[in-house]
T-cell receptor, first 114, second 108 residues
Framework: DAGVTQSPTHLIKTRGQQVTLRCSPK?????VSWYQQALGQGPQFIFQ???????QRGNFPDRFSGHQFPNYSSELNVNALLLGDSALYLCASSHGWGPSYEQYFGPGTRLTVT | QKEVEQNSGPLSVPEGAIASLNCTYSDRVSQSFFWYRQYSGKSPELIMS????GDKEDGRFTAQLNKASQYVSLLIRDSQPSDSATYLCAATGNQFYFGTGTSLTVIP
């Protein structure tokens, strides 16, 4: 049973650049959520995608955008990178969307902005 | 008040003891509650979910939810050194909210 996968594992970018992170959900799941986790903090919810639409969004600026594809995989795009965007970016998948469904996390992408 | 609050710890218990982890939440979250375990350098792993008042048991883990007092707790019985990790409480409202986590160390 394939779990949630993310790519790349690590990424180093320069301030002002743009980055795209990718996620494939667990087999049988159709909903993908993205989180940002700074060191020593809990994950912060960015947004959730279901049926190729953004269904819920956290308190993140428009520099953070996403997309979901027909095969349920997803991308997170961050424009105009800031030093403060350095964090672990986590993708989580669930079967169904909304607040009651259990989410399973991928291994994450460690983004460093210099 | 933050939506989900946890004591950051660290919490230390001897091997074989019961570890008790607590989480309080605000009025902005009220629907579903989850406990995750996160080892250093790894991503969170789901331990269990709880949706209604009372206790829910799964192996050595018991989650307790008290909506009147707005707290949810996780008990780990017969704690093992492999349980040493950060435990994250999560809750849902109009979005998903995580606490900052409680660091647990089980001493052999």
């Amino acid at each position: 049973d394939a779990g949630v996968t993310q790519s790349p594992t690590h990424l180093i970018k320069t301030r002002g650049q743009q980055v795209t992170l990718r996620c494939s959900p667990k087999s049988g799941h159709d909903t993908v959520s993205w989180y940002q986790q700074a060191l020593g903090q809990g994950p912060q919810f960015i947004f959730q995608y279901y049926e190729e639409e953004e269904r819920q969004r956290g308190n993140f600026p428009d520099r953070f955008s996403g997309h979901q594809f027909p095969n349920y995989s997803s991308e997170l795009n961050v424009n105009a990178l800031l030093l403060g965007d350095s964090a672990l970016y986590l993708c989580a998948s669930s079967h169904g969307w909304g607040p009651s469904y259990e989410q399973y996390f991928g291994p994450g992408t460690r983004l460093t902005v210099t | 008040q933050k939506e989900v609050e946890q004591n950051s710890g660290p919490l230390s218990v001897p091997e074989g003891a019961i570890a008790s982890l607590n989480c309080t939440y605000s009025d902005r979250v009220s629907q579903s509650f989850f406990w995750y375990r996160q080892y250093s350098g790894k991503s969170p792993e789901l331990i269990m979910s709880i949706y209604s008042n009372g206790d829910k048991e799964d192996g050595r883990f018991t989650a307790q939810l008290n909506k009147a007092s707005q707290y949810v707790s996780l008990l780990i019985r017969d704690s093992q050194p492999s349980d040493s990790a950060t435990y994250l409480c999560a809750a849902t409202g109009n979005q998903f909210y995580f606490g900052t986590g409680t660091s647990l160390t089980v001493i052999p």
